[in-house]
């Protein structure tokens, strides 16, 4: 039982210093690709929890599509070369952001402090499936009606005419 | 383990999120900062899928994915747009909604 909590450690971690890296680094490009390292790191998180159906999702949808989608967006704007990063509230910004993290641990800290949790269910990806195709199965349609919606919207805003 | 640690792993990365919603005037990098947001909650779902043994989290979270994909896909084309009409990805530069 110690392995996976040993792997939780050094994936948080990884995840914890990317994570910052990617709000903190004055470079375009190595934000999206901090993003996509923080990405996988949660990714495996997930898997380490017993989901390995959304963290697989995750890594081909998050880092296979949305930063590679981030990548076109910094590269065909041409903010690479000329970077617009910051504005001047980033003391603030940072006083809020830290703020927010011990509000959010004070109550974490205060419901979940003592409870335990174990790596030992897993979420198989024949569960899942099964659950999305019957009783989600409503919800399932509306989303690809709401991906058929983005693309057309998507095509219509970006279009030249 | 203790539950509380993954919650505060999600915990720092939602606040980084809103450090880089707050601090950055890039239009893509804001985007990228609700990215880490979404992540965090859906690291949240996870664990909470574990803690409770229901695969519900799990679903919840899948269906997060497929939203946010929608979410990217409207919101670099809004960014392109902005390109290509205003020369400029910096969000302070942008007072009116229409002019």
Known sequence: M??????????????AVTSIFTVTTRNVVHSALGL????????????????????????????????????????????????????????MAALVAVAV???????????????KVNFDVAFPTVLIGRALFTKWVLPFEAVSILLLAALVGAIVLARRD | ????????????????????????RHGVMLLIAVELMITAANVNLIVFSQLLRDQLGNIVALFIIAVTAAEVGIGIAIVMLLYRQRSTVAVDDLRLMKW
Not at chain 1, 101 to 115: M, N, P, R
Not at chain 2, 7 to 20: D, E, I, K, N, T
Request: net charge neutral; proline share 4%; hydrophobic share 65%.
């Open chain 1, 2 to 15: 110690i392995l996976p909590e040993i792997s939780f450690w050094m994936l948080a971690a990884f995840t």
């Open chain 1, 36 to 91: 996509a390292a923080s990405l996988i790191g949660a990714a495996a998180i997930f898997i380490l929890f017993g989901a390995e159906f959304v963290g697989l999702a995750q890594i081909l949808i998050y880092v296979g599509a949305v930063v590679i989608l981030f990548m076109f967006g910094i590269m065909l704007t041409g903010t690479a070369i000329r970077p617009v990063v910051d504005n001047d509230q980033r003391g």
């Open chain 1, 101 to 115: 993290f011990i509000v959010l641990a004070a109550g974490i800290l205060s419901s979940y402090g003592h409870k």
């Open chain 2, 1 to 24: 383990m203790p539950v509380a640690a993954p919650l505060l792993l999600s915990a720092l990365m939602f606040s980084c999120g809103v450090y880089g919603v707050l601090a950055r």
